[in-house]
């Protein structure tokens, strides 16, 4: 008996590699997703890809390990730097009321006494005026001046 040799036993060597296979295949898949929510147009998947991109590696950040220490550090930094803005605009409105205050008492003061003066002198006047007739009508009867 003869033996011929064998073709199907695969050869001996290292195995092949198929992950750049596997990777590439992916890639055009995703490529051809975006490609296609598109609708053909190149630019739109392009942007939108990057979006997702942003999107992705945001979350990835926001995910790793001390990330939390950070986000409540710079938490705290904002709420205090707020805090130090509104009570320094607070203490800013109460120096503007302090000074409308200081010019209504003022303003008040000033119309007060010139009300007043005017009100003595309107006085006088119905005073004099007064006095006059009051001797005018007594002279009438004799009895005044």
């Not at 002198?121 to 009508?137: F, M, N, Q, S, V």
């Amino acid at each position: 008996m003869t033996t011929s040799p064998r073709t199907d036993i695969p050869k001996a060597g290292p195995p092949k590699n198929r992950i750049p296979l596997i990777l590439g295949l992916g890639a055009a898949g995703v490529l051809g997703y975006y490609f296609y929510t598109a609708g053909g147009d190149l630019n739109i998947a392009k942007k939108a890809a990057e979006h997702d991109a942003a999107k992705v590696s945001s979350s990835i950040r926001d995910e790793l390990p001390g990330r939390e220490k950070e986000v409540k550090t710079g938490a705290e930094e904002t709420m205090a730097r707020a805090g130090a803005t509104i009570d320094s605009k607070v203490e800013e409105g109460k120096q503007r009321i302090a000074e409308g205050v200081q010019r209504l008492d003022q303003g008040t003061q000033s119309t007060k006494s010139t009300v007043l003066g005017k009100i003595d002198e309107a006085d006088r006047k119905i005073e004099a005026e007064a006095a006059k007739a009051k001797g005018g009508i007594m002279s009438w009867f004799g009895w005044g001046k």
